[in-house]
C-alpha cells in the first residue's frame, strides 16, 4: 500500500522562503510529483523527480531522496499568489500514470 | 502542455436524480483518465481509473453500481453519479495521463450539488 504525509497547513511571509515536506512509504516507486492546487481549481504539475537529487526551476525546487523515502518542495521569494494548497503525490512501480496523493500542505502567505 | 476539458463545471440537481459528467482530452489521445473526488479541505481520492474500450477500475470503497464511468473513447469519458444524494455533493476532478514521464493532466473540475 502507499502512505504520504506532509503537514496540513504552513504559513510563511512574502518574499521568504519555505519549505514543504512529504514522506511516503511505498510498496514500489516510479516518480514523485508536487502540484499546486488554489481553491476550487484543479491541480497544476509542478515537478516531477524520480532520481535523487534536486530539480529547480524558476523560484520552485523539489528534492527527492528515494532511501530516505521524502522529498521537499521548495519555493522562494513568496509571493501573495503562491497562498494555495501543495499536493504530494507518488506513482507506484507498473500502475501506469495512477498516482496517489498525500492530504496536501495549504499554505498560507502573509503580507 | 496537453489539456483536458470537463463539463459541466457546476451542476445543481435534486436528490435521486442522475448527473453526467464529461472528461475530454483535447488535443491528445488517452488509453487511460482518472476520476478523483475532493472534499473540502481535503486532498484527492481517487474514485477509479477509466480505461477505453474496457471496465473501469474501481477503488477500495467506491460503489461500481452508483459512479458509473464510461471511456467509449481515445478522447472521452464520463461518469454518472446515479441516484445522487447529499452525501454525493463534492468536486470530482479528472485527468488524463500524459506521454514521458507519465505526468497527469487534470481537467478544470466538476462542482457537484445535491440537495
Known amino acids: 500500500g502507499q502512505n504520504i504525509d506532509q503537514p496540513t497547513e504552513m504559513t510563511a511571509t512574502e518574499g521568504a522562503i519555505v519549505q514543504i515536506n512529504c514522506t511516503y512509504q511505498?510498496?514500489?516507486?516510479?516518480?514523485l510529483f508536487w502540484y499546486q492546487q488554489h481553491a476550487g481549481e484543479a491541480p497544476t504539475f509542478l515537478s516531477y523527480n524520480v532520481l535523487d537529487g534536486l530539480e529547480e526551476k524558476g523560484r520552485f525546487s523539489s528534492f527527492l531522496s528515494r532511501s530516505k523515502g521524502y522529498s521537499y518542495l521548495l519555493l522562494k521569494e513568496l509571493q501573495m499568489k503562491d497562498s494555495a494548497s501543495y499536493l504530494c503525490?507518488?506513482?507506484?512501480?507498473?500502475?501506469?500514470?495512477?498516482?496517489?496523493f498525500g492530504g496536501g500542505t495549504r499554505l498560507m502567505v502573509k503580507p | 502542455g496537453a489539456v483536458v476539458s470537463q463539463h459541466p463545471s457546476r451542476v445543481i440537481c435534486k436528490s435521486g436524480t442522475s448527473v453526467k459528467i464529461e472528461c475530454r482530452s483535447l488535443d491528445f489521445q488517452a488509453t487511460t483518465m482518472f476520476w478523483y473526488r475532493q472534499f473540502p479541505k481535503q486532498s484527492l481520492m481517487l474514485m477509479a481509473t477509466?480505461?477505453?474500450?474496457?471496465?473501469?477500475?474501481?477503488e477500495q470503497g467506491v460503489e461500481k453500481d452508483k459512479f458509473l464511468i464510461n471511456h467509449a473513447s481515445l478522447t472521452l469519458s464520463t461518469l454518472t453519479v446515479t441516484s445522487a444524494h447529499p452525501e454525493d455533493s463534492s468536486f470530482y476532478i479528472c485527468?488524463?495521463?500524459?506521454?514521458?514521464?507519465?505526468?497527469?493532466?487534470f481537467g478544470p473540475g466538476t462542482r457537484l450539488t445535491v440537495l
Open positions: 485527468s488524463a495521463g500524459g506521454q514521458g514521464s507519465g505526468e497527469q493532466f
Open positions: 477509466s480505461n477505453e474500450g474496457s471496465k473501469a477500475t474501481y
Open positions: 503525490a507518488v506513482r507506484p512501480y507498473n500502475a501506469g500514470n495512477m498516482l496517489t
Open positions: 511505498t510498496s514500489g516507486f516510479n516518480g
